[in-house]
């Protein structure tokens, strides 16, 4: 897998120990791209540090059921690591980054740090995202996954870039369409949590169906 200058053939070409950066609704995936306004000046810092090592980061959501504000919330089981592909500083402060997701994590424990940002041992061992960046593709029902998009969009007055669409691949649209997703943080980790793009395509499907007929889209997690 590539992610800017930087290919990852293999779970352990990533560090152990990564920055994770609990932010509640953001939804990263392998092989997405995931722009990031960095103000809070702990995670200035943590954008400093990465970008002078790997530029690796953890993003995670924090547990579902914790208050929103939070300093230090307890976080997800689950993340995706991202590399910094892109960064600009704004002039006032902030940094403007755009993340590469490489892998999904699972949080082994939150180690203890001087540094004003949180970091966690992780491991990718139990995830196919570089060895099979494709795995289950062939199982999207790509005709019911679009029919369900056209739907949203009609539904909400959207359009929608169709010949982008219909020139991406199974595992591109359903990590854009996922990615995307206006659902909540309990919708956006079933969507990271799916084991494969077939899976990730009918959880979608599900949610979006759910939100259509005027439901409280809230699928279990995976």
């Excluded at 306004?37 to 810092?45: D, G």
């Excluded at 704004?90 to 082994?108: C, E, N, P, Q």
């Excluded at 199982?139 to 991406?168: C, I, P, Q």
């Excluded at 990590?175 to 079933?190: C, D, I, R, V, Y």
Aim: hydrophobic share 40%; glycine share 8%; aromatic share 6%.
């Amino acid at each position: 897998m590539q992610a800017g200058n930087q290919r990852y053939d293999e779970p352990s070409d990533l560090p152990d120990v990564i920055p994770v950066f609990p932010l509640a609704g953001a939804l990263l995936l392998p092989n997405g791209q995931l722009p990031l306004n960095i103000f809070e000046p702990r995670y200035v810092a943590m954008i400093d540090w990465v970008l002078g090592r790997d530029r690796i980061i953890g993003m995670i959501q924090p547990q579902l059921d914790q208050i929103a504000n939070e300093r230090d919330p307890d976080l997800c089981e689950i993340g995706c690591a991202g590399r910094i592909v892109q960064f600009s500083e704004s002039g006032d402060g902030r940094y403007l980054v755009t993340l590469a997701g490489i892998t999904r994590f699972k949080v082994v424990e939150e180690i203890e740090v001087e540094t004003p940002f949180r970091q966690a041992r992780v491991s990718t061992a139990s995830f196919f995202d570089i060895a099979e960046p494709r795995q289950g593709e062939a199982g999207v029902d790509r005709k019911a996954l679009l029919k369900t998009f056209r739907a949203y969009l009609d539904a909400h007055g959207l359009e929608a870039d169709w010949e982008s669409v219909n020139k991406a691949s199974n595992a591109s649209l359903v990590t854009a369409l996922s990615m995307m997703s206006p659902w909540g943080p309990s919708e956006k980790q079933a969507l990271l949590e799916a084991p494969d793009h077939a899976r990730r395509a009918q959880t979608l499907i599900a949610i979006t169906e759910i939100a259509l007929a005027g439901g409280r889209a809230s699928p279990s997690l995976q």
